[in-house]
Every structure is written in structure tokens, then in C-alpha cells.
């Protein structure tokens, strides 16, 4: 439905040229970059700052119209999907970082700052931001999405590095969750109840960030095993020994194959753990002594280190291209992945299971894990022009997703909910789910704030 | 008010000798650990299984009429007191260790299981739950109050530590906030929103519980400072600089006094860090000696090293029993404990001005902090029978929250809100504390759940 005249003029006078109903600019902020369709707003508004955004929401309830917020859209369920038209309002130009505490080992950013961005800003402070999703996402909808990536099995997620927010309420009104304390037990956690709400409570315009020194030493390793059930195996081991390894991470044979052709390496063909440990230049040997001594006993051999800083970029470069090396096994297609989550003593049975039903299907398919949280995403190779092989890749990603709620583990361990995973909550929350739209009608009452999104009040 | 006829009569069918309505239970009911007179409930049940808690819940729903939950009563703000009179649930013999896993890192637990009793049934496992609080406390009371204690720095908070929890909702609906898995982007974050709720939305009836393995090698020492300032500061050195410490505590002169006519030990009578180390042996070794290096820049000598079991205990001991060595200093007193925490690189000044104010009062005072977290304690001994004493106390307090909250810092970093700390929240979160009303509102419509806790809906 288009805006009303009113609204349309109000926010073409506030905004001039950041306001913009041209299609293709609307088209580009309907869509992640997920498999899913397009579904564009009716405009979009480029703020620049936290007034600005508070402006344009006020606006939008005034007339009951639904607001959308939009970071880098590499979101993977459908987050920025305009379900019901409304205003996108793009914070990309919200892009300062505002005050790096090192003291304090914080630093606060705009919404718009890049994980990347903020990290080449920190560079010479001997601190660094460890969260790192497959994308260069802003760090707002990294926030939204409770987002995690390779380094969550050592320094956690989202939900555990971010201090506290500024938001802007459905109703305009600007809040700030917490203050800068390390923790507090001063009532309802309002910090944890934004992120991963995913614009649907409120729109985040200012994020305190945790930050962790730079370790004194740093090394990584890649290593191929005899099976999936070995390389798992290893990876359950190491985390119930306690080794603090910073990162863990799983590629399945056809993964490797993958990005060995796309990032020109020459990686064994095989399940193939990537490791790295971070610490002192003691604690490093000692871990990675500790880590091959437990592989050895799986089977593996031929582990292949990488210590110089050179060499372990390109370790990680690789294993951080994983997405587009699997888009690339067939041209022209769009990735389905999966996200599944499960308590770790059940992964090899998960992926296993897994791969018996990837046995099933004429799509071409690859596996990559974040083993050590017991994370791992199934990346299935789907024409966009077929919706027989779309029913497929929903009905594989089906059955993941409920081994993993008989496991006890979660549909979405990552990518969060977005519209695309909305039909699981449900059996993963049972009447829980009930409180999550009491919480949806208290904060957001009109229901403009990314309707059709996490749950319909 | 009275409870209702039905409503006794009906409690008085269910729950036969384990329901009670004599003075001195409902008086040992209405109070905690706490400066704050008694305000004892018109009953009290004693139950012992989640069916019980929600059948009480929903009887008690029914007739509106207020319910509390009551594991140890040891909290510090009131929040046991039965402001608006009701059903104080007892859940005490809800205390059975339901399952160790082992291999996934975690236990589940009912609420009233208390953490000394969890890690004596965890003894030959080889893993331990960190938080520790004071008290002996339940570990429902603990998730309730989002508590913490000596190991935060390193393990963090009940916020970090609980996966997953089971709560009876207002209604009487018993629902379960998450499933197992190690991280989840799956909606609101139900977890985080009920720990610290202070079952003022819920009660939780079972908790799911990350665990930690016991460390291959610990090492313990203590250290006398030439002052406040020099203590602080390597504190802050040794946070900023990454060690991997798992205690960090810090006693003034006078609570150092106090612990050793208490504990009959020989500390030199100094502002005073109390250290721990977790770790291999070699990291252990390594991360005693950057620190005791960092204190000699402050001119610390004196290392006291404890590293065999039993010495450590005695060590730890004669710390955790800090709170009753401070009490003891002036027989009949009740302590008024304060429980500021800010960003690390404010707490020199926030401790050193707060030693000022102390120098204002004829209050015997002596104070304790989890430093390495920002967080401090003021003990403030206090005449039960001396309004002006309660008076002066409470002019402490204010200062030293309002001192806190000015340094971007919290009004309580542990104890929680209750009822002792709600005039505060106003300050510490201007109009987000709408949220938690709106959430408090969506959740509790009826508002029966610890009314007068946290916010006013």
C-alpha cells in the first residue's frame, strides 16, 4: 500500500535528497542476501544521525506506517523484507566510531560501523572487536541479529559484547539500555532484549561494544581427517578438555574442494578442521600441543601450521570465503543455508544424520561449521528460477531443523529469525513463544516495527 | 489484607501440613539478609515440584492475590519482603540435582539446589559452577537476582552461566525460555529477560546451568597495597593488560582487620588484593608473575603465595566470610551494604572519594569489592534500633550510587533491586525504565507477582 500523502511529503521536506522513492533504490533495501524474494518498501530514508532516525519513526507511527531498519542487508532469513511496505530507513551513514576507551576496553559506534571498519580503526591500539560473520555487516544489524561467527567459542557472541545501546522506541522516544558497569543486576535486561530483536522492538542508533586485547601470540592450523565423526569427535574432546581455543571450525570435503578452486589453495580434500589459538607464546604450544595429541588419537595427521601473520590471514581469508567459494560450485544459483545449533555431545550424530539426507538430494550441497559451539550451516545450491528445487532445499532444511529441536538445540544458531524461520519458533518454544508477543504488543503496541518478523503479536 | 477464605481453604486442601499460616514462618518468610525490616506474607506453601508452584500460582492468580518466591532469604535489598501481603512459595525442597552432562558442559538443577551443594555433587566430575556470592544462596535466587561474586572477572555472571530455565508464568503456564545449545539467534532473548526478574514476571522452577572444568593447576595470593590507589591501579593494569585472572579481590584496612579477629588469620592490616590464577601450570606460573610484577611498579611487596588446597581455602574462607567478619565489629549492629560498580578506569576515583565520605560518618565502616569487575561493597554498621543511624547510612548510599551513576556505572552491580534499590533505577535509566514497566505490564498484568519490586507497573 503507498504512503500517505502527509507522511510522503513530511519526510521529503525533512530529508531532500536522503529521501527516495525510486525503484531501484527501494528494490536494493528489500533484499539480504538470502534466497528469498525481494519485497522493497514504499521509500527509504538515509539517516545521519540518532534525531534524524527518531524523526522518521515518529513520523511513521503518526501515521501508522512500518518501519524497517537497513545496515549492510547480508542479513540470510528475510530481515529487511518490507512484508507490509512502510519505510526503510538506511543507517549506513551512521558511520562514525565515537570514543575507543582502551582503558575501559570498550568503545561506542554508530549503528552504520562495519565489523571491518571498526577493527582497521582500532589497529593501532592493540585491542580488537572478535565478532565475524561471514559478511562485512554493521555492526547495528550484527546487534539486531545477535549475530556470531569463527571466534564465539572463545570471546562469545553478541549477546555477550555488547555493554549497552541506544534505541529509538516505536514511539520516537530515544532510550539507552544500560550504562558502561561490567555488570549490574539493576532489574530487566534491557541490553539482552534488544539484541537479537531484529528492528522489531526498536531501531538500535548507538552500540557500546566490549573490546579484547590483541593476543601476544597467535597461531592457526588446518588439518584433514579420516571422516566427519573423527574431525567432530576431535572438536568435542577439545572443548570438554577446557583448551581455550579461539577458534574451531569445520569444512566438509566438498567445501574444501570449493575453496580450494575459488581461493587458489591447495588444502587436502577431506573433513578439515581449521584451529587457532590465541594467548601467550607458552599458552599457544601448549594448546596446540594439546589439541594435536587429541587429533592424533582420532586419526588425523598432516597437521599444517600457519604462525606469520601473512600465512594465517590467508588461512582465514579462505576459510572466511567459504560462502561465496560454495555459491561459485554452480554459477548462476542462490545458497539456501541452514543454521543449525545443537548441544555439542550431539554434533556427530546431527552431522552424520545430516549427511545421510544430503544423500537424498540431486542439489549440490557443502557443509561449514562453527563446530565448536556446535553451529554448523549446510549451504544447498538452488536455482532461482526453480521453485521444485526451492521446495527441496526447504524440505532438507526441514529436517535439520527439527533433529536439532529433538536435540535440544535451536533452528537458528547465527542468522536469527527474519520472516524465513518465523514457522519453527513455535516448536522450539512451545507456549514460551506466547511471552515473546506479550513483549511484541507491550513495546511496539502499533505493530510498525519490521512487522512479520520473529513473531505476529 | 487477609487471604481470601477460598483461597486458604483451597491452599489448605493442596498442600496439607506443607501449607502454613503460623506467625514465625511467615515472619521467617517476610525477611532476608538485609538492613530492612521484616514484612512477613499471610502464608506461606512449601512446595516441591513445578506442578506445585504452578498450582499455587494459579490458585493465587485467580483470587489476585500477591505471590513470592523464597529460596535462602539471603538477598540484600528485601526482595523477599511481602509488600502487598500474599503466598511466599517456598521452593527450598525443590532441591535435587536433576542431570550432569558431562560431556555437554552443563547440569539442570531445581531452584532450590544452593551452589555450595551443587559443586559438593559435581566433586568427582572434574567440573565446577563458578558464581558465588556471599551467601550459600540458591541457585534459583541467584538466577533471580542475576548474582555474582568472587570468579566473575573471568567466568562472569549468572547472565553468563544460566543456558536455559524453566518459569511458572503468572497464569499459572509453566514454560522453558531455551533449549541447550551453546548460543541461539532464535527471537527475544527469554533467558536473559527472566535472570535478574527477581520473580517479578515468574518463578523459575528449574534451571539449566553451564558448567566450567576445575582448572589443572590454581594458585592464590594475597598482597598488602601502601594505599587504595596503589591496589586499584594494578587492578586496572592487570585487566587492561589481558591476564587471564579468575579473582581479583580487594579489602581495605579496616574489613582485613576485621578478617583476621574473625578468621584468626595474620594479614598485615592494609588495603589488601586477595588474587587467584586457573589456568595449565604454565600459564598459572605465568600469570602470577606479570602480576606480581605490575603490583611491584606500585610498590607492593609481601606476595603471600598459597597454592596447596588446603591453604587455599583457608584463604578463600577468610574472604568469603568478609561479610560476617564486618559485622562482627560491632556486636548487634546489622551491616548496610552498598554495591556500586563502574567502568574499571573510575574505580580509584570512586573508591577514593567514597573513602572521603567515609571519613564524614561516625558509621563504623569497612570495605570489600570484586575490583576486577569494577565492583565494591560498603559495609555500613548500623543500630537496628537507630533511626538516625538508618538515616546516615542511607545519605552514604545515596552518595556513593549517585557518585557510580555519574561514572557511567550501575546502582547495583550484584545484589539487585528489591525494593532497597528502586528509587534509583528513575536515575540510572531516565525513560528506558518505561520498557521495564511496559515488559513488567505485558507479563504480569495483574501485577501479583513480588509487587513492589524493581519497577511499579
Redesign the interface.
Known sequence: MPLPDDLLAHLSARFGERFSTALPVREQHGKDESHFPACPPEAVVFAQSTEEVADAVKACAGSGVPVIAFGTGTSLEGHVAALQGGVCIDVTGMNRVLEV??????VSVQPGVTRKQLNEYLRDTGLFFPIDPGADASLGGMAA????GTN?VRY??M??NVLSLQVV?PDG??????????????????T??F???EGT?GIITELTLRL??I?EAISAAVCPFPSIEAAVNTV?LT????VPVARIEFLDKVMVGAVNRYSKTSHQEAPTLFFEFH??P??VR?QAEKVEAIAAEFGAEGFQWATGTEERTKLWAARHNAYYAGVALRPGCRAWTTDA?????RLAECLLETEEDLKTTSLISAIVGHVG???FHVMLLVDPASPEEAAEAERINHRIVRR??AM??????????GHG?MA??EE?????????R??????DPAGIMNPGK??IP
Do not use: W
Not at 544500560?178 to 535486561?189: I, L, N, P
Not at 535440544?408 to 529469525?417: A, N, W
Open positions: 576507551r582502551a582503558e575501559d576496553l570498550d541479529t545477535r549475530a556470531s564465539a562469545g557472541t549477546r555477550e522506541l522516544r530515544v532510550i539507552r539500555t544500560a550504562g558502561r558497569a561490567r555488570k549490574s543486576s539493576a532489574g530487566y535486561d534491557l539482552r532484549l539484541v537479537g530483536s522492538l579484547h586485547g593476543p568435542i572443548i570438554q578438555s577446557g594467548g601467550s607458552a599458552s601448549e545449533c545443537v548441544p555439542i555431545s559451539d556446535g553451529n536439532a529441536l535440544d538445540g535451536t533452528c537458528t544458531g547465527e542468522h536469527g529469525v524461520k519453527f519458533l522450539e518454544y512451545g507456549e514460551a513463544l506466547d511471552v515473546m506479550a513483549v511484541k504488543r507491550a513495546i520473529i513473531v
